[in-house]
């Protein structure tokens, strides 16, 4: 199994990432990744009902705040924000608690196989389990990105489709419902907040958990704390509802009531919420026959082997969809040739910048620079983007642009890809 030898300041990370994995490390990693490969197979594709997920969380979950800057140079870049997210701490004890239940046969099983991936000391076991359940410093950096880039458009967007790949505790798209929920209820509107990651346990245990913290932070969730009557109990003083602060740690009660305004109040805002676990290279193509707005990705270019899929998604996601493959193939040519007229260069700086809605889609892309040890990064992505797909294949040509980067320590950066 394979480990992000980085030093962290807690278990979990929200963190400053120091990679120490020397080359030799590396290559033994690689060859036990190999080696591993052949023996799992990828889960397959699935959509999660929310209805199901939503009956098997927890009755309590603990939470703790995840700061947020923005990215922004300009003397006057917003202050930080905050987004809440479930600690890991708890996740696991949610493992370990299903575990001690009196379950039988594949349950039983299932539950056991998915606290040894938790408390593996190890961040990837590949083609089983993708690191999902930590909260890594790029996902930040793109949720940062989000609001300066995207706050105005989310906000005033009549109909918007997001897409977030590989995306763990989903920081990107917390911001990005964070902003659509700071307003009054449109249900006239239409938000599809889409979510992928390749493993179902950790849309279970922190993706839709911290989905429902992002509702209970926002002003969204005010007609149920305003309303709510603590239920009665033996204890004299019942215990009230925890602040709706992200900046503050604290324990939310996943009551039924809470449930039923949480998905009552995402549909009163417009916003329709599907998830779906499995491997880039089983997304459905009925998904990505209409384009998405939106494209999110972050820590994603640690394999080398998983570059390809995943650009071909990103394509098939942000340019095949709008107006069908000969359109896009049409665009890519003009695009091409605007380049060479205009002398800019592939894997330039472009910069952030206020996104208006007639520049959709977007497409962000957050990793850090290398990925010691392991293969993957920045140039390697950069170059299957840009030497487009292996003959045969639809996709053509993409052109990537740094928005931001991060040059000391532990080196980071949010790319736009453009089809």
Not at 99 to 126: I, K, M, N, T
Not at 290 to 316: G, H, I, N, Q
Request: glycine share 8%; proline share 7%; net charge negative.
């Amino acid at each position: 199994m394979f480990k992000f030898d980085f030093d962290l300041e807690d278990e979990e990370l929200d963190e400053t990432l120091a990679p120490q994995i020397s080359s030799s490390t590396g290559k033994a990693n690689d060859a036990a990744r190999t080696e591993e490969s052949h023996l799992e197979t990828a889960p397959p594709f699935i959509e999660l009902q929310l209805e199901d997920l939503l009956t098997q969380l927890p009755d309590v979950i603990s939470y703790s705040p995840v700061q947020v800057p923005s990215l922004s140079t300009d003397a006057s870049a917003p202050a930080p924000v905050f987004l809440a997210k479930r600690d890991l701490y708890d996740a696991r004890f949610q493992l370990i608690a299903a575990g001690a239940d009196e379950y039988a046969g594949e349950q039983a099983e299932g539950s056991d196989r998915d606290l040894q991936y938790v408390e593996a000391p190890s961040d990837l076991v590949p083609g089983v389990y993708e690191g999902g359940l930590k909260t890594w410093e790029c996902s930040v950096d793109l949720a940062g990105c989000v609001r300066d880039m995207l706050g105005d458009v989310l906000q005033r967007a009549d109909s918007l489709r997001s897409l977030e790949l590989g995306c763990g505790t989903a920081m990107p798209s917390l911001m990005l419902l964070r902003e659509v929920l700071s307003g009054p209820p449109r249900p006239e509107r239409r938000i599809e907040l889409h979510l992928q990651d390749y493993n179902e346990l950790v849309f279970r245990l922190v993706t839709l958990p911290n989905l429902i913290l992002a509702w209970y932070m926002s002003p969204a969730s005010a007609p149920f704390t305003a309303s709510y009557t603590p239920p009665p109990t033996d204890d004299a003083a019942p215990e009230p509802l925890p602040p709706s602060d992200a900046s503050l740690a604290g324990d939310l009660t996943l009551s039924a009531d809470l449930l039923r305004a949480f998905t009552t109040s995402l549909a009163a805002h417009g916003v329709a919420l599907r998830l779906f676990a499995g491997a880039w290279e089983a997304f459905p193509a009925a998904l990505t026959a209409r384009r998405y707005d939106v494209l999110l990705t972050s820590e994603t270019l640690y394999a080398p082997a998983s570059l390809a899929p995943l650009a071909d998604l990103l394509w098939r996601a942000g340019a095949a969809g709008a107006g069908g493959l000969e359109a896009a193939a049409g665009r890519l040519s003009l695009r091409d040739a605007a380049d060479g007229e205009d002398g800019r260069a592939h894997g330039t700086e472009a910069g952030l910048r206020r996104v208006r809605a007639d520049e959709l889609p977007v497409c962000l892309v957050a990793a850090k620079l290398v990925y010691f040890g392991v293969g993957g990064g920045v140039a390697e992505f950069t170059r299957a983007v840009e030497s487009g797909a292996p003959s045969g294949c639809a996709r053509g040509r993409g052109r990537v642009h740094t928005v931001w980067k991060k040059e000391d320590g532990v080196k980071r950066v949010v790319m736009e890809v453009k089809w």
